[in-house]
């Protein structure tokens, strides 16, 4: 990503997570992002050439959304699933990925996330 357009694309954090958004530095939207986006698409874990293949459980996801909500993030959106891969836009929710709130909600429901899933976090604000 950060050879194709996008210099300031963060590593995934310890539990492979990767956010992009308001307050990390990345815009989802710029030509930039877009441009290493569709450059990288074979070797994103959402990519339709990605390492173990298959597709999640919607029940899974579901219930790893619904988690999130319990846990303090009322207006987290349904997770979009996109093969092996969660994909979640925060856009006009008010929630920021970096707060305190979703951070604890994530952790609190790390037993709930289907295995071997991808996660893509879009937009995001708000505290």
């Known amino acids: ?6 210099p300031t694309f963060p590593d995934p954090s310890q539990d492979g997570k990767i956010v992009v958004g308001p307050g990390s530095g990345v ?3 710029s030509p930039g992002f877009q441009k290493a986006q569709e450059a990288c698409k074979d070797l ?6 990605a390492a173990g293949g298959g597709s999640l459980d919607p029940a899974e996801v579901s219930a790893w959304g619904q988690c999130i909500r319990d846990h303090g993030v009322p207006k987290f959106p349904d997770p979009q699933i996109n093969g092996n891969s969660m994909e979640v836009d925060l856009g006009a929710s008010g929630i920021g990925p970096q707060s305190s709130q979703f951070q604890a909600a994530t952790d609190a ?3 709930k996330m289907p295995k071997g899933a991808g996660l893509m976090i879009k ?4 505290q």
Do not use: V, W
């Open 1 to 6: 990503m950060r050879k194709n357009g996008a």
């Open 109 to 111: 429901c790390k037993s």
């Open 123 to 126: 937009g995001g604000g708000g």
């Open 44 to 49: 994103s874990p959402q990519g339709s050439g």
């Open 27 to 29: 815009d989802p939207r």
